[in-house]
């Protein structure tokens, strides 16, 4: 369905697209396809894939915003978002279009220099039982759910379904189930293209009917067709993974669901994904003893054409807390004494411990802790991480102070690496809570995490809830260049530009900029909710812009108690906020 918009009809519009599941359009204008060139070198002034590169770096080499110019950025325009849930969106650039995806599977594109509404898409979700609690959540947190490619935007949906748009109207090409969502599974990150795949990870795997497999997947990109899939849970060719499970089976394993979409490393043709928690949480709840759960809390390295493992390495083994270890693997080139190293750096888990791996091997390089942490009590030479086995719960209801939380430490807030300062900025919170294994039935639609939370909680000692932590990165070691500290907690992915900044936000409400080299805060303004989803910057006609989101954020209420003085809104008011710096006249 193909109308004129205006105004008068975007309404009316609306409600019939809840009702066909088509897009509503302009006239299509002219789109410049993304070619395999520009994903693998993306124009400096279009931001394409959800941390800007294959490498993750989460960095834009634009520099005209920088320290001297930042406080002359002027708001360029705003839009409310088109759904309400937690604001984690990626916007996307290019061609002079923004694309914006929000939750409940939404994407419309903008005029990225006017902020006009171009088209709309709104999926019609398969429909789930009011009491699968869980599962309907996955719909409201989706994050950077699109990626461009060709002519194409490609969506993947809570309902676990993969769809390709035309970018110039939004129309559908082509629909494909990839797994049942009557079962638990959806998607709640976007895929990472890779020439002609469709490389995809899918969420919801700690639902009841989802045992026995989670799964890193491949598709055709022109017919949908399931190319490969690999198994984060049951890997019946590695013999150390299913002994790491003890004496539990396949059909009774569930977790290992890989939270944030990967990188690729075209020059090995690997990709690599972080994976999560096993469940049940509690090891004396699901039976596996003391064996490390593999590929759980693991980055994993697979050959992109076949799927098949080149290497593993465990970050934090023997899970009983949901302590994630699934966030965005970054990949550094840095050339010391003549010697080129590939390294994968990351603070892949909850507990705030900073990794760098050889990519090429997996080979233990160095770790660092940012934040309070008590569950790990020493990283051995070889990168073997033992826990402090004090922790570890061994009957229901024998609860410990965990740090950090099961909302962090570091979460879905993604780091940025910036090569003009050889610095990883990350986002942090500092955290605690109890942990208490409990003994529940599982239900359809709802999760088998079978534990109870308390209350989020300052460590001891610390008075400030954020943390912006800025890591030197090299090869040897990994440490600390500078910390800016703040009472709110840090609530929106960063993002560094070649213009010596680093954007990021929390829960006040101010979107922040820090100097790369000192931590000091050059700029801030504040805006109508907690900062969330990722900021990004593009170019177009020789000027730059900024993108903010806003919106409702977990990151922020689950430790609001920690700086009372700072009230939440009642509202999402899930929106952007698009700056830009007008061009020298």
């Known amino acids: 369905m193909k109308i004129n918009l205006r105004t008068s009809l975007l309404a009316a519009g609306t409600i019939l697209m809840a009702i066909t599941g088509a897009a509503i359009a302009q006239d299509a204008r002219p789109y410049k396809p993304v070619t395999d060139e520009m994903l693998l070198n993306p124009p400096a002034g279009e931001w394409l894939q959800w941390r800007g590169t294959y490498d993750n770096h989460g960095y834009s080499p634009l520099d005209k915003i920088n320290k001297d110019t930042v406080k002359d950025m002027q708001l360029a325009w705003a839009w409310p978002m088109a759904e309400a849930g937690i604001q984690e969106t990626v916007p996307l650039i290019h061609d002079g279009i923004m694309f914006l995806q929000t939750s409940n599977a939404v994407v419309e594109a903008l005029d990225a220099k006017t902020g006009d509404l171009i088209w709309q898409y709104r999926h019609v979700a398969t429909e789930i039982p009011q009491a699968w609690s869980y599962q309907a959540n996955q719909a409201r947190r989706q994050k950077n759910s699109i990626a461009l490619t060709g002519d194409k935007v490609v969506l993947t949906t809570p309902d676990a379904k993969i769809v390709v748009l035309n970018a110039a109207d939004g129309k559908v090409v082509w629909e494909k189930e990839v797994l049942d969502v009557m079962k638990g599974y959806s998607y709640t990150v976007g895929p990472l293209i890779v020439k002609d795949k469709i490389i995809s990870a899918i969420s919801g795997c700690s639902i009841a009917g989802t045992a026995g497999g989670c799964y890193i997947m491949a598709h055709d990109l022109n017919t949908g067709e399931e190319l490969w899939r690999f198994n984060t849970i049951d890997d019946p060719n590695n013999p150390e993974q ?26 090995t043709n690997m990709t690599f994904w972080g994976v999560g928690m096993p469940g049940p949480y509690a090891e ?10 593999l590929y759980t809390n693991s980055t994993v390295a697979l050959d992109v054409d076949t799927g098949e493992l080149k290497w593993y390495f465990q970050h934090l083994p023997r899970d009983n807390w949901d ?25 892949p888990g909850k507990n705030g411990i900073a990794f760098a791996l050889d990519r090429d091997t997996g080979k233990y390089l160095w770790s660092k802790e940012t934040i309070v942490q008590n569950v790990v009590k020493s ?17 229901v209801g024998e609860g410990a102070m965990i740090c950090a939380s099961v909302s962090g430490g570091k979460l879905w807030q993604a780091g940025a690496y910036s090569p003009l300062t050889k610095s990883f900025f990350v986002p942090m919170t500092e955290a605690c809570n109890t942990v208490t294994p409990t003994q529940s039935e599982f239900s359809a639609g709802n999760a088998v995490g079978s534990v109870k939370f308390g209350p989020r909680v300052l460590p001891e000692g610390i008075k400030e809830a954020g943390l912006m932590q800025a890591l030197d990165i090299n090869p040897k070691q990994g440490e600390s260049k500078w910390q800016a500290r703040s009472r709110p907690s840090m609530t929106s992915s960063v993002l560094a530009t070649g213009g010596g900044l680093v954007f990021g936000g929390d829960a006040a409400r101010y979107i922040k900029a820090w100097d790369q080299v000192t931590g000091e805060v050059v700029w801030e303004q504040r805006l109508n909710a907690p900062i969330g989803g990722s900021p990004v910057t593009y170019e177009i006609d020789g000027e730059q812009y900024l993108v903010v989101p806003t919106g409702y954020s977990n990151a922020a209420s689950s ?20 700056y830009k710096l007008p061009a020298a006249k």
């Open 284 to 293: 004396l709840i699901r039976g596996s003893g003391d064996g490390d759960v």
């Open 323 to 347: 302590l994630d270890s699934p966030f965005e693997r970054v990949l550094v080139d840095q050339e010391i004494d003549g010697k080129m190293h590939h390294m994968l750096v990351s603070i």
């Open 559 to 578: 430790i609001s108690s920690a700086f009372p003085e700072v009230p939440l809104p009642s509202g999402a008011g899930n929106s952007i906020f698009v």
């Open 242 to 267: 299913q002994k790491s499970w003890g004496v539990v089976p396949p059909e009774n394993r569930w977790g290992g669901t890989p939270w944030a979409t990967g990188s690729y490393d075209p020059r």
């Open 379 to 395: 990283i051995d030479k070889d990168g073997k991480v033992h826990l402090d086995e004090s922790l570890i719960p061994s009957a």
